[in-house]
């Protein structure tokens, strides 16, 4: 049976794997841009910088755009929030992890999420309607399962995924208006080459963007739902907190986006109908996380 270090190994790998096909993937573009205009080489050494600068970009900066996309307010100190600071503290300790930065998102749902590329480099937010309406033991282990993505490397990948996402989307739009307003260096059969490549990937950025979200594992969510019941030793803490989710959210988060829908630790757009959009969730069915942990709890207590 795999253990927690397999885990992180699996996911540094699957970190490198995951840059090496997004620079692949816009040298590639960027051939294809040389080939049909008069750029020449020029075009994949154009790529391939912007690949280089977006790959670092994403890599160093990354989190700061997930927390800017989703309204995230900090980082906070203690005096700002001292019992949400203390809860975190103490979780960290006991899983051997620094201290995250803290940020706090103004919204009435109950939802969290962590980012960052590493351990060291780690941030939580935390919506103030979680802090508002969870009782200490619940909020206790959702703190506990964001913690746990931190320690397993989860963050850096999901990081990466919401660079790849976002760059499809850009890489679209480049193609799209290299085709449309290449001006004299793009001859027509160029141009049309680009506009169509354009078009087709706009078209299709959404399905790219959800499969990617696909590759992002159901089970990484229970994992981490088994290794926060793990560190607070309170397994019906976290299955009464996703049972209070399930009642209560039924608005989407005001800053829910597609991009890191993935990130957080439930659905961000609520529980209210869509259910089209339920098809596409990147996360289990909140019944299936109970379930799981109803029976973690069990075992625990029957041995």
Do not use: C
């Amino acid at each position: 049976m795999p253990t927690t270090y397999d885990y992180i190994s699996r996911n540094k790998l699957k970190s490198a794997l995951l840059l090496t096909f997004f620079v692949l993937f816009v040298a590639g573009l960027g051939w294809i841009i040389g080939e049909f205009t008069d750029y020449g080489l020029g075009g994949l050494f154009l790529a391939l910088l912007i690949a280089l600068g977006m790959t670092l970009g994403g890599y160093y900066a990354g989190d700061r755009v997930a927390l800017a996309v989703a309204g995230a307010k900090g980082p906070i100190s203690k005096p700002d929030n001292a019992y949400l600071y203390n809860l975190v503290e103490n979780l960290g300790m006991a899983a051997g992890t620094p201290m995250p930065k803290l940020y706090l998102i103004t919204d009435p749902s109950i939802n969290a999420f962590a980012t960052g590329r590493d351990p060291k480099h780690a941030s939580i937010a935390v919506t103030t309607g979680a802090i508002e309406k969870l009782a200490n033991e619940e909020l206790e282990g959702v703190l506990a399962h964001e913690l746990s993505h931190i320690r397993n490397f989860d963050i850096r990948y999901l990081m990466l995924v919401l660079m790849l996402v976002n760059a499809v989307t850009l890489l679209a739009r480049w193609f799209f208006y290299s085709g449309r307003f290449g001006g004299r260096r793009s001859s027509d059969r160029g141009a049309g080459v680009l506009a169509l490549i354009g078009i087709v990937l706009l078209i299709l950025s959404p399905l790219i963007g959800q499969l990617v979200h696909f590759a992002v594992s159901r089970r990484r969510e229970l994992l981490a739902d088994a290794s926060g019941a793990l560190l607070t030793r309170y397994p019906e803490g976290l299955a009464k907190a996703l049972e209070k989710i399930q009642s209560l959210n039924s608005r989407p988060l005001a800053t829910a986006n597609d991009a890191t829908a993935h990130m957080f630790f439930t659905n961000p757009f609520g529980n209210s109908g869509r259910k089209l959009k339920r098809l596409f969730m990147t996360h289990p069915p909140i019944e299936e996380r109970v379930r799981a942990l109803r029976q973690m709890d069990s075992a625990s207590k029957n041995p």
